[in-house]
Each structure stands twice: as C-alpha cells, then as structure tokens.
C-alpha cells in the first residue's frame, strides 16, 4: 500500500493452519499483534481478535464438523474501504459450503452456552460478509476501521 494513501504500513500477513483447536490461539496472538502495528487500541485490538477466534471455531465446528486436519488460511491486510484506513481479514475453508441467508445468531434471550459467535462478530467489526465458493468451502471477509 502507498504511504501517501494511508497511514498504514504494515505488509499483508497469510497464514495457513489446521483446523485443530488450539491453533485458534496461535492466529488470535498474531492477529493482536498484527493490529498493535497497525495502531489499534488494546480494545479495537481484542475486538477483531475475539472476532477472529469465533470466526476459526465456527469453520471448525460447522465447516469441518470438528475434523482436526482440514485447512484454513488467514489474510491480514491493511487497506482503504469507503476512504478510510482499515484492516481487512478474510478466512477461507474447504468445508461445507453456507448460505449467507442462513447464518444467523441465536436469539440473545435464550439463556444457554453457544450460538452468539456471529453476533459477536457483527458486533466487533464494522463488516462481516460470508462469500460460498464455487469450488468448495466459504470465504469470510471481515472488516475493521482505524481507530480515528
């Protein structure tokens, strides 16, 4: 990305990890720390972390039915969206292909462990777009401006 266009300077970052459960963790440190270069507050930070971490164990559970060997790949970008400096992340399974029209949160009345992870989601980042892929599995486009 150009200096003269954004405030950002940090280089793309991919990742490519199995979809075991404790990588989860592995991708959320580097996704903290990734924001931290980008200026994000400790809060922003953990927001898009939290995010992240719903978002692996949702194609962990859904997409993979919990196998522990399937792909997953992580980008991290800085970008400009609507002129703004950003941050966009976008995860890509394998597995079981969604309907965007079908992902939906739990009603936050029930009282129960489970099911808010795309409400966590959408409420941390500023989008969250679920893209079927023709060949196989779903790409996950999630954005988060720049703290002012």
Wanted: proline share 5%; with cysteine.
């Amino acid at each position: 990305m150009n200096e003269s266009t954004s405030k950002l300077t940090c280089a793309p970052v991919r990742m490519s990890v199995f979809s075991t459960p404790s990588h989860v963790a592995v991708v959320r440190v580097a996704v903290e720390r990734y924001c931290a270069l980008l200026g994000f507050s400790k809060r922003s930070a953990g927001e898009v972390a939290l995010s992240v971490d719903e978002a692996l164990t949702n194609v962990i559970k859904h997409a993979y039915h919990g196998k522990e060997d399937m792909p997953i790949e992580v980008v991290m970008e800085s970008t400009i969206v609507d002129q703004r400096d950003a941050l966009r992340i976008e995860i890509r399974d394998w597995g079981t292909a969604i309907e965007p029209d079908k992902i939906k949160s739990r009603d936050l009345n029930e009282i129960r462990p489970g099911g808010l992870g795309v409400h966590i989601m959408k409420q941390c980042m500023d989008s969250v777009d679920y893209i079927p892929l023709p060949q196989r599995g779903t790409k996950l486009v999630m954005i988060k401006y720049c703290n002012p």
